[in-house]
Protein backbone atom coordinates (compact mmCIF):
# COMPACT_ATOMS: atom_id res chain seq x y z
CA UNK A 1 0.00 0.00 0.00
CA UNK A 2 1.33 3.67 -0.75
CA UNK A 3 -0.02 6.71 1.49
CA UNK A 4 0.06 10.03 -0.49
CA UNK A 5 -0.21 12.92 2.16
CA UNK A 6 1.43 16.73 1.97
CA UNK A 7 0.89 16.33 5.70
CA UNK A 8 3.82 14.85 7.32
CA UNK A 9 2.41 13.96 10.46
CA UNK A 10 -0.75 12.05 8.90
CA UNK A 11 0.72 10.49 6.70
CA UNK A 12 3.15 8.88 9.44
CA UNK A 13 0.03 8.59 11.50
CA UNK A 14 -1.57 6.53 9.25
CA UNK A 15 1.25 4.50 8.02
CA UNK A 16 1.80 3.35 11.62
CA UNK A 17 -1.89 2.16 11.99
CA UNK A 18 -2.27 0.45 8.84
CA UNK A 19 1.06 -1.26 9.31
CA UNK A 20 -0.05 -2.65 12.65
CA UNK A 21 -2.59 -4.78 10.33
CA UNK A 22 -1.30 -8.28 9.81
CA UNK A 23 -2.69 -8.55 6.77
CA UNK A 24 -1.93 -4.81 4.83
CA UNK A 25 1.66 -3.80 4.13
CA UNK A 26 2.76 -0.47 3.55
CA UNK A 27 5.38 -0.24 0.92
CA UNK A 28 6.06 3.60 0.46
CA UNK A 29 4.88 7.20 1.34
CA UNK A 30 4.78 10.38 -1.08
CA UNK A 31 3.87 13.71 -0.24
CA UNK A 32 2.41 15.48 -3.56
CA UNK A 33 0.93 14.49 -6.53
CA UNK A 34 4.73 13.84 -8.10
CA UNK A 35 5.57 11.76 -5.90
CA UNK A 36 3.19 9.76 -6.18
CA UNK A 37 3.52 8.62 -9.47
CA UNK A 38 6.61 7.95 -9.26
CA UNK A 39 6.28 5.64 -6.28
CA UNK A 40 3.58 4.07 -7.86
CA UNK A 41 5.29 2.71 -11.02
CA UNK A 42 7.97 2.07 -9.08
CA UNK A 43 6.54 0.17 -5.80
CA UNK A 44 3.09 -0.87 -7.87
CA UNK A 45 1.11 -0.82 -4.98
CA UNK A 46 -2.48 -2.72 -5.24
CA UNK A 47 -3.53 0.10 -3.15
CA UNK A 48 -2.92 4.13 -3.24
CA UNK A 49 -4.42 5.94 0.19
CA UNK A 50 -4.73 9.47 -1.68
CA UNK A 51 -5.11 13.00 -0.54
CA UNK A 52 -6.17 15.61 -3.26
CA UNK A 53 -4.77 18.83 -2.30
CA UNK A 54 -1.47 18.73 -2.70
CA UNK A 55 1.56 21.19 -3.97
CA UNK A 56 3.01 20.20 -7.76
CA UNK A 57 0.63 17.51 -8.84
CA UNK A 58 -2.82 17.10 -6.95
CA UNK A 59 -4.16 14.08 -6.22
CA UNK A 60 -7.46 14.12 -8.84
CA UNK A 61 -4.34 14.51 -11.62
CA UNK A 62 -2.12 11.83 -9.85
CA UNK A 63 -5.31 9.27 -9.66
CA UNK A 64 -5.75 9.76 -13.28
CA UNK A 65 -2.25 8.97 -14.49
CA UNK A 66 -1.89 5.98 -11.18
CA UNK A 67 -5.00 4.52 -12.79
CA UNK A 68 -4.08 4.76 -16.91
CA UNK A 69 -0.51 3.27 -16.08
CA UNK A 70 -1.28 0.48 -13.24
CA UNK A 71 -4.94 -1.05 -14.02
CA UNK A 72 -4.32 -3.27 -11.16
CA UNK A 73 -3.34 -0.73 -8.71
CA UNK A 74 -6.44 0.94 -6.79
CA UNK A 75 -7.05 4.55 -5.10
CA UNK A 76 -8.74 5.32 -2.34
CA UNK A 77 -9.07 8.89 -1.95
CA UNK A 78 -9.18 10.37 1.99
CA UNK A 79 -9.14 14.03 2.25
CA UNK A 80 -11.03 16.56 4.00
CA UNK A 81 -12.38 18.13 1.28
CA UNK A 82 -16.16 17.55 -0.12
CA UNK A 83 -16.84 20.09 -2.60
CA UNK A 84 -19.35 18.38 -5.19
CA UNK A 85 -16.93 18.92 -8.34
CA UNK A 86 -13.78 17.34 -6.35
CA UNK A 87 -15.42 14.05 -5.59
CA UNK A 88 -16.46 14.18 -9.09
CA UNK A 89 -13.55 14.27 -10.44
CA UNK A 90 -11.56 12.04 -8.46
CA UNK A 91 -14.16 9.69 -9.27
CA UNK A 92 -14.12 10.25 -12.95
CA UNK A 93 -10.19 10.15 -12.72
CA UNK A 94 -10.69 6.16 -11.43
CA UNK A 95 -10.61 6.56 -7.43
CA UNK A 96 -13.02 3.33 -6.72
CA UNK A 97 -13.69 4.86 -2.70
CA UNK A 98 -13.79 8.06 -1.14
CA UNK A 99 -13.64 8.55 2.28
CA UNK A 100 -13.33 12.13 4.16
CA UNK A 101 -10.68 12.67 7.22
CA UNK A 102 -13.40 12.80 9.89
CA UNK A 103 -13.89 8.63 8.94
CA UNK A 104 -13.21 6.23 11.99
CA UNK A 105 -9.80 3.97 12.01
CA UNK A 106 -12.62 0.99 11.28
CA UNK A 107 -14.36 2.57 8.00
CA UNK A 108 -10.66 3.46 7.00
CA UNK A 109 -9.50 -0.22 7.66
CA UNK A 110 -12.59 -1.21 6.39
CA UNK A 111 -12.50 0.49 3.15
CA UNK A 112 -9.18 -0.36 2.67
CA UNK A 113 -9.96 -4.33 2.08
CA UNK A 114 -12.77 -3.66 0.47
CA UNK A 115 -10.76 -0.93 -2.38
CA UNK A 116 -7.92 -4.53 -2.33
CA UNK A 117 -11.03 -7.04 -3.43
CA UNK A 118 -11.87 -4.43 -6.36
CA UNK A 119 -15.22 -3.17 -4.45
CA UNK A 120 -16.40 0.55 -5.12
CA UNK A 121 -17.26 2.24 -1.84
CA UNK A 122 -18.84 5.75 -1.46
CA UNK A 123 -20.21 6.89 1.89
CA UNK A 124 -23.95 8.23 0.93
CA UNK A 125 -23.49 12.04 0.85
CA UNK A 126 -20.68 11.58 -1.26
CA UNK A 127 -22.28 9.45 -3.71
CA UNK A 128 -25.36 12.20 -3.89
CA UNK A 129 -22.80 14.53 -4.97
CA UNK A 130 -21.32 12.12 -7.52
CA UNK A 131 -24.66 11.82 -9.05
CA UNK A 132 -25.88 15.42 -8.49
CA UNK A 133 -23.26 15.98 -10.94
CA UNK A 134 -24.02 13.67 -13.27
CA UNK A 135 -27.59 15.19 -13.24
CA UNK A 136 -25.98 18.21 -14.18
CA UNK A 137 -24.22 16.84 -17.14
CA UNK A 138 -25.73 17.86 -20.56
CA UNK A 139 -26.06 14.84 -22.64
CA UNK A 140 -24.14 14.31 -25.64
CA UNK A 141 -25.53 13.21 -28.97
CA UNK A 142 -23.24 9.94 -29.39
CA UNK A 143 -24.80 8.38 -26.03
CA UNK A 144 -28.64 8.11 -26.51
CA UNK A 145 -27.89 5.15 -27.77
CA UNK A 146 -25.86 4.16 -24.95
CA UNK A 147 -28.50 5.09 -22.86
CA UNK A 148 -31.31 3.42 -24.65
CA UNK A 149 -29.57 0.06 -24.51
CA UNK A 150 -29.12 0.59 -20.74
CA UNK A 151 -32.79 1.17 -19.90
CA UNK A 152 -33.41 -1.69 -21.81
CA UNK A 153 -30.97 -4.08 -20.39
CA UNK A 154 -32.31 -3.07 -16.83
CA UNK A 155 -36.09 -3.81 -18.29
CA UNK A 156 -34.25 -8.05 -17.56
CA UNK A 157 -34.50 -6.94 -13.66
CA UNK A 158 -36.72 -8.11 -11.89
CA UNK A 159 -38.82 -6.32 -8.83
CA UNK A 160 -36.40 -6.75 -6.07
CA UNK A 161 -33.47 -6.19 -8.41
CA UNK A 162 -34.62 -3.24 -9.60
CA UNK A 163 -35.50 -1.47 -5.89
CA UNK A 164 -32.01 -2.85 -4.85
CA UNK A 165 -30.53 -0.51 -7.80
CA UNK A 166 -32.79 2.57 -6.85
CA UNK A 167 -31.33 2.06 -3.31
CA UNK A 168 -27.90 2.19 -4.59
CA UNK A 169 -27.99 4.65 -6.84
CA UNK A 170 -29.23 7.01 -3.45
CA UNK A 171 -25.71 5.92 -1.94
CA UNK A 172 -27.55 3.21 0.02
CA UNK A 173 -24.60 0.67 1.70
CA UNK A 174 -25.41 -3.19 1.39
CA UNK A 175 -26.53 -2.77 5.14
CA UNK A 176 -28.68 -0.06 4.81
CA UNK A 177 -30.61 -2.18 1.57
CA UNK A 178 -30.90 -4.98 3.69
CA UNK A 179 -32.76 -2.96 6.43
CA UNK A 180 -35.08 -1.34 3.89
CA UNK A 181 -35.77 -4.63 1.63
CA UNK A 182 -36.02 -7.02 4.55
CA UNK A 183 -32.65 -9.15 3.08
CA UNK A 184 -29.74 -10.43 5.00
CA UNK A 185 -26.64 -8.24 4.05
CA UNK A 186 -24.94 -11.29 2.50
CA UNK A 187 -27.69 -11.61 0.35
CA UNK A 188 -27.90 -8.26 -0.59
CA UNK A 189 -23.85 -8.54 -1.98
CA UNK A 190 -25.65 -11.58 -4.05
CA UNK A 191 -27.57 -9.25 -5.27
CA UNK A 192 -25.65 -6.20 -6.37
CA UNK A 193 -23.23 -8.79 -7.81
CA UNK A 194 -26.24 -10.26 -10.13
CA UNK A 195 -27.37 -6.74 -11.23
CA UNK A 196 -23.76 -5.63 -12.07
CA UNK A 197 -23.60 -8.76 -14.28
CA UNK A 198 -26.72 -8.42 -15.65
CA UNK A 199 -25.84 -4.89 -16.42
CA UNK A 200 -22.35 -4.80 -17.64
CA UNK A 201 -20.97 -2.88 -15.10
CA UNK A 202 -17.54 -3.12 -13.65
CA UNK A 203 -18.03 -1.19 -10.14
CA UNK A 204 -21.50 0.30 -7.93
CA UNK A 205 -20.40 3.80 -8.63
CA UNK A 206 -21.02 2.83 -12.53
CA UNK A 207 -24.49 1.21 -11.40
CA UNK A 208 -25.95 4.67 -10.24
CA UNK A 209 -24.64 6.17 -12.78
CA UNK A 210 -26.55 3.99 -15.14
CA UNK A 211 -29.61 4.10 -12.73
CA UNK A 212 -29.89 8.04 -13.22
CA UNK A 213 -29.05 7.48 -16.36
CA UNK A 214 -32.05 5.52 -17.29
CA UNK A 215 -34.18 7.72 -15.25
CA UNK A 216 -33.49 10.41 -17.93
CA UNK A 217 -34.50 7.77 -20.93
CA UNK A 218 -37.81 7.22 -19.20
Do not use: C
Amino acid sequence: MLIVDDQALLRRGMSLMLSLEPDIQVVGEAGDGVEAVDQARLLRPDVVLMDLHMPRKGGVAATREITAALPQTRVLVLTTMESDQTVFDAVRAGALAYLLKDATEAEVLETVRAVHRGESRLTPQIARKVLDQFRLLPEPAHTRDTDAASAESSSALNDKEARVLQLIAEGMTNKQIANIVFLAEGTVKNYVSRIMEKLHAKSRTELAVMAVRQRRVE
